[in-house]
């Protein structure tokens, strides 16, 4: 789990135009938008790798390591597209949760076939915004 900002984001409304939205929907967004963009940047990744990178490079909130309040914590585009990341071990590659750089991770039992579909609902969803905004541009035009 990463967090992300939610409060106020401008995004487009129905009927056209911006509004402020808030809530888990817009920081969905957000985390997903940052997958997308890491999976595009190493298309060599696999989807576990790709959310490792992510978890790592979270900037840490709240109580040391991951916590239920921040998960993993704030979701950190540039960390996740810059950061010099070791590749995930054996051991870890076969784990349910990918742990973040100094923080033990909580066990799971969502295995990894979880962690894939999370991956490509993310990806899916910001596709979908990316979708949304180019016809909102060709709409204006």
Known sequence: MLAAPAIEIV???AGGG?????GTSDATAIVAGVAAL????????????VIHRMTATAIDKGKPGRDDEYGYG???PVGALTADVPPL????????????IGAQPKPDNKGSSAALGWLIG???LAAAG????????????
Do not use: D, H, M, W
Not at 89 to 100: D, F, L, N, R, T
């Open 11 to 13: 995004s487009t409304v």
């Open 18 to 22: 911006y509004g402020k939205n808030s």
């Open 38 to 49: 890491v999976r595009s940047k190493f298309p060599q990744l696999s989807a576990r790798e």
């Open 74 to 76: 704030i979701v950190n």
């Open 89 to 100: 071990s054996e051991s870890q590659s076969s784990s349910p949760a990918p742990p973040s």
């Open 122 to 124: 993310a990806v899916l």
């Open 130 to 141: 990316t979708g949304a905004a180019i016809a909102i541009r060709r709409a204006r035009r």
